[in-house]
């Protein structure tokens, strides 16, 4: 093993706001700054102390953004949740390596076809899966991760498991109430909003099984949920053992976890759980001994093991034994720490890792991801070319309306998006307020291939009750701004456009009058179709047989379409 030196080391951090995911990263950077070396907290955005003052070790790291922290050498950078592996190419280091605390891809909800920023989720679930076939050594916290890696992509990983903080996390201390003999007060534990914390249909089986109190621990920004007594939110950690020791269970009913610590926090504060037989329960969780396990998705047994937690002190007293007795044979944070070092410091004896291998990695998967969005929509579009009729294809359909005043500088958090339908005609308003001068209107009509006929886009200042602009025929839309995948092959009556690819868009003309402050009310009108469809419906075939002028509408978009 590498002699020990003092090292430069930086965590590529996702969210510094209260998770255990963060929580662990915190525990082992602070742990790796009192053995000597140089930590560094790595995000893309500047950090206010006030998003880690709830862990009381986070301030004595040293933060930094991605783009100081591109100005920075490091001996080694962490890639710490799915999507930092991406940034790795950015940063200086002789070495790369991944902290995985769980397989990300499972927190990944069905894709919606419905919903714009959900539709694409089975191309980004795998572009989330691909991270563990990048090449850099791997440090994991769970026999399940070490297991799946090895088995899915021969990958040898260093195994450390979370240490515990047992100078606050024990059975004598402070509580917010007492525990009631013969009362069953119940603890959940998650974020409400999170779909794989499954937070409430837990809180519904505890109401479902008469507990008597039920307290939910939560880092969801929130004073009351439905069904809770007590609500206690974005607690500090130094104050999360006195809400353990008021409770007898906690339930935690999470569909993925990498290795849990609420369960092993109550365990230390005299109390015990009821989990689903979730990944990485079995590192220290056994049923009947100081748990109980029960099968996903078994809403009825959860409730059955409640009721008999309630009606059977015994059984309870029993459990909360045989939890003390699994606390006290497990490693605390300065340990585990010193196990991460040890990792850390093997992996640094060994050959560096090649930053060019590193961004040409990178590079393969963005435009792997790129090619799978290109070939997703040109199935769809393949299979509606074929189709006689409006069924027997996807007809989900969006259209995003962006504004800014920088045109060239696009703020995703500005977009709003709609629903609709191909083939049938809709109408759309957006409302957003002026900003500042020139004022710019961008709208993505489409995501597909295909026509897009828009009968006409009319602003009006909603404040002075005025109309901004009014494009009603094919000549008005002779002054947007197109850009991206559409072209226009116009009609003399309408504006007829042809969506080439998955990104369509438009600038309308620059606003330039009404005031800052101001609310613009933005309805569009417009219907997609297939090229074949729109073809047919306007007999374009029949009339290129007479020398129509319908023929050599088609004879221009075909020529369109070989380009």
């Known amino acids: 093993m590498m002699e020990r030196k003092r090292m430069r080391i930086g965590f590529l951090l996702g969210s510094p706001d209260i998770n255990g995911g963060t929580y662990v990263i915190y525990e082992h950077g602070s742990h790796l700054k009192e053995r000597g070396h140089e930590v560094f907290m790595l995000t893309r955005e500047a950090v206010t102390p006030d998003r880690y003052q709830w862990h009381p070790k986070a301030k004595t790291l040293r933060w930094m953004t991605m783009e100081e922290a591109e100005q920075t050498e490091f001996d080694i950078v962490f890639a710490t949740y799915w999507q930092s592996p991406f940034l790795l190419p950015q940063l200086t280091a002789r070495y790369y390596a991944y902290?995985?605390?769980s397989i990300e891809s499972?927190?990944?909800?069905?894709?919606?076809?419905?919903?714009?920023?959900n539709r694409d989720l089975a191309i980004w679930k795998a572009y989330c899966e691909s991270t563990y076939a990048l090449n850099v050594p791997v440090i994991t916290e769970a026999e399940w991760i070490r297991s799946y890696l090895y088995e899915n992509y021969n990958?040898?990983?260093?195994?450390?498991?979370?240490?515990?903080?047992?100078?606050?996390?024990r059975t004598d201390g402070p509580a917010i109430a007492?525990?009631?003999?013969?009362?069953?007060?119940?603890?959940?534990?998650?974020?409400?909003?999170?779909?794989?914390?499954?937070?409430?249909?837990?809180?519904?089986?505890?109401?479902?099984?008469?507990?008597?109190?039920?307290?939910?621990?939560?880092?969801?920004?929130?004073?009351?949920?439905?069904?809770?007594?007590?609500?206690?939110?974005?607690?500090?950690?130094?104050?999360?053992?006195?809400?353990?020791?008021?409770?007898?269970?906690?339930?935690?009913l999470s569909y993925v976890e990498g290795m849990f610590g609420p369960p092993l926090e109550i365990f230390h504060c005299g109390g015990t759980a009821i989990v689903y037989d979730v990944t990485g329960h079995d590192e220290y969780i056994v049923h009947d001994h100081n748990s109980l396990v029960v099968a996903r998705d078994d809403d009825q047994q959860v409730v059955e093991c409640l009721r008999a937690l309630k009606e059977?002190?015994?059984?309870?007293?029993?459990?909360?034994?045989?939890?003390?007795?699994?606390?006290?044979?497990?490693?605390?944070w300065r340990e585990a720490a010193a196990q991460f070092e040890a990792a850390l410091l093997d992996i640094c004896a060994g050959s560096p890792t090649s930053r060019t291998y590193v961004r040409k990695w990178v590079e393969r998967r963005n435009n792997e991801k790129k090619e799978q969005y290109h070939l997703k929509e040109i199935v769809k579009f393949a299979a509606r070319e074929e189709a006689t009729g409006t069924d027997g294809y996807d007809r989900h359909n969006f259209i995003q309306v962006y504004h800014k005043i920088d045109r060239e500088k696009i703020d995703p958090e500005q977009v709003q998006w709609f629903h609709y339908n191909s083939d049938e005609d809709t109408t759309v308003t957006a409302n957003m307020t002026i900003s500042?001068?020139?004022?710019?209107?961008?709208?993505?009509?489409?995501?597909?291939?295909?026509?897009?006929?828009?009968?006409?886009?009319?602003?009006?200042?909603v404040n002075s009750n005025l109309s901004v602009m009014e494009l009603k025929n094919s000549k008005d839309f002779d002054s947007v701004y197109l850009g991206g995948t559409i072209k226009k092959v116009g009609r003399r009556d309408k504006a007829v456009f042809v969506s080439f690819g998955i990104d369509p868009w438009f600038y309308l003309p620059q606003i330039t009058e009404g005031a800052v402050g101001d609310e613009l009310e933005v309805s569009i009108s417009l219907k997609e179709i297939g090229m074949t469809q729109y073809a047919n419906r306007h007999n374009m075939q029949e009339s290129r047989k007479q020398g129509g002028r319908q023929g050599g509408r088609l004879n221009r978009l075909k020529r369109f379409l070989r380009k």
């Not at 499972?106 to 920023?117: A, K, L, T, V, W």
């Not at 059977?312 to 006290?328: K, M, N, V």
């Not at 500042?436 to 009006?460: E, Q």
């Open 155 to 169: 990958r040898e990983s260093y195994l450390v498991r979370n240490g515990i903080r047992k100078d606050i996390y």
């Open 99 to 101: 902290f995985v605390q």
């Open 436 to 461: 500042g001068f020139p004022f710019w209107i961008r709208v993505d009509p489409s995501v597909r291939f295909g026509v897009i006929i828009i009968d006409r886009i009319r602003v009006t200042n």
């Open 312 to 332: 059977d002190r015994s059984l309870l007293q029993r459990l909360q034994e045989g939890a003390l007795e699994t606390a006290a044979g497990w490693p605390d």
């Open 178 to 252: 007492g525990r009631e003999p013969g009362k069953l007060r119940v603890l959940v534990e998650g974020p409400v909003d999170v779909f794989y914390k499954n937070v409430p249909k837990s809180v519904e089986l505890c109401r479902q099984a008469g507990v008597d109190e039920l307290w939910l621990l939560t880092s969801s920004d929130i004073d009351s949920f439905a069904g809770v007594d007590r609500v206690f939110s974005r607690v500090p950690i130094h104050d999360t053992p006195a809400i353990y020791r008021s409770c007898d269970v906690l339930v935690k």
């Open 106 to 117: 499972r927190f990944f909800e069905e894709p919606d076809p419905s919903h714009h920023n």
